[in-house]
């Protein structure tokens, strides 16, 4: 009993970081209806940038609001940049840019970084909570962090007018335009968003998982596993999709021999492909209803 | 939307809007036929002398740029023909490599054998998950193919097949020779150049007449309007499900072909990297024409070494920036472009 709490406990430890990453996520889907899959790497190199800045010897607490920003404007001229002249394109177009950038981010990690692992510390200490505390202190300030990242969302989007233009151009485009929201403006603030979500996600994780440039590929996956769960239109679902895949993939990896420790993406899989098929709208998403 | 369908598959339309005109559209059809099969009979020659001109080594890259053309063309009949995506044809290959490298050297039987078996197979796996993505279209589809090709490696690894797969060592394959006595004639290299070739041939003229036939017109009538077949009176479930099948195939025989001729498999060579490149070779030879995966095929050999050359480890930026220009400036690739030109020098 014991060890199945433990390994609940751990599972939500692990969701903290996919349901930052399905946030971020979310974020995307809900400004432009695709799935970033350069969200990742966008995100590694966010954490990059945080980690030359604390080799240069700034404080962490100045770094984090910092890349924060640096993250939101590349975001924002990503979207600008790259997005706007093919606004009309096919999915395929879309999808082969999302690649594109996954390579592009990937590629310039390595090169300006290299590939070796390194460390990143935590801002919130290492070591357990309190004594004999199953959880860490840097879990949970990762737990802290992502509600915390929630909230703000929930209010950005409730009670301020820009959160509320922004739902206007992600719900019915045509009409958002007509009562004077710029749209593409808004889809650029909603890359700018994901993208310094990613970034608090990247620096979160680094401290776990280690700074590398192929570090977030499997951590997306779970990422896009979470905001399926949750439904893709649903911040909150995200959230808690996110830590439903890390318990799952924890107990599956104990109690399932076959799966052991490390060999948990194909209960990803598994999961992606069964939610689509059996609830595609998630737990808490919308139902999208389209007229032909 | 309507726009963004008229760019995605402006070939086919193209020919469409010919129909009514069936004099021209003959007449049209005869000029680019007999120029494509110049071509075809040049570079066919070309082909069958390259091996006694180049090095080893040369040989090698060509045989690669054939077998991963055919991995191309497999997808390209899911995404041009049929308008599904994958970004996991990394897996199928995957299954076609692992099914000769297991057949040859735990069972011992020859590489000849290979081939049909993991057609059959990837056939069945691509078709099985076909079934479930009939119900997912768009990113949702692309969503869960990212989500095979990344976790691809992982299940190769897995411990219960551990016996066969050869877990994270994977497989050594040993090079079949030249059989007949044309290994007096041919070395090893030489004669693999071949067999590939004569299997790719094989596969182009397959892929061909599928997309010309009854079947074809299906295929793309499911991809230009989904509602429209169907009230047609295509069975579109059974039809898509058959294109992944068929899609599978192709890259499945070509995985097979490709472990034959590197002669090792490991979970760590099919990595979501793999699947990316089969798509950067689609859509650089142009999404809905078949021969443009040879020119697909040369890019993903080629041009990595060269971006190497100019400067280390920046491979992929150069992919990335190439991919950006690419949906730019020639959003039907290579065949996009040839097309252009070619209808420009006939007017």
New interface residues.
Partial sequence: MELFIQQIVAGVATGAIYACVALAVVMIYQAI???N?AQGEMAMFSTYIAWQMLQWGLPYWVVFPLVILVSFVGGFAIERI?FK??E??????H???F??????F???A??IW?FTIKAVPSPFGDGPLWEGAMIGKHQAGMIGVTLIVLLLLWGFFTFTRVGLAMRAAAVNPESARLVGIRVSMMTALGWGMASAIGAVAGMLIAPVVFLEPNMM??IL?YG??GA?LGGLTSPLGAVIGGFIVGVVENLAGTYIP?I?G?????I??FL??AV??VK?AGLLGRRVVQR? | MA???E??TGGASGSAKAAPVPKGRAAAAGGKSTLGQAVFVILLLGALALPFIFKNFTIFQMTMLMVYAIAILGLNLL?GINGQ?S?GHGAFYAVGAYTAAIMMENLGIGYVWTLPVAGILCFVVGFLFGL?AL??E???L???T???A??TP??L????FEHWTGGVQGIVIIKPDAPFGLDAVLNADQWLYFFTLAVGLFLYWLARNLVRSRTGRALMAIRDNP?AARSMGVNTSVYKATAFGISAMFTGIAGCLGAIVIQFVAPDSFT?ALS?AI??GL?IGG?GWLPGALLGAAFIVFIPNVAEEI???????????F??AV??LA?QGAGGLLRALVAKLGR
């Fill in positions: 209806h695709h799935l899959f790259v002249p093919i009309n394109a096919p999915v395929l177009s999808i082969v840019i690649i594109a950038l996954f390579a592009i990937n590629s310039f390595g090169f290299d590929l499997s996956l896009f596993a399926v076959v052991g490390e060999l948990k993406l194909p990803a899989l992606i492909v689509l098929l595609p032909v | 726009m963004s369908d760019t995605m995404t995506f970004l479930p119900r997912l768009g990113i949702y692309a969503l869960a990212f989500a095979l990344v976790a992982q299940f690894k897995l411990t219960p509602i979501f990316v798509l950067v859509v999404v400067s280390k480890g920046l491979a992929g930026a150069f992919y990335g920036f991919l950006i949906i730019y959003p």
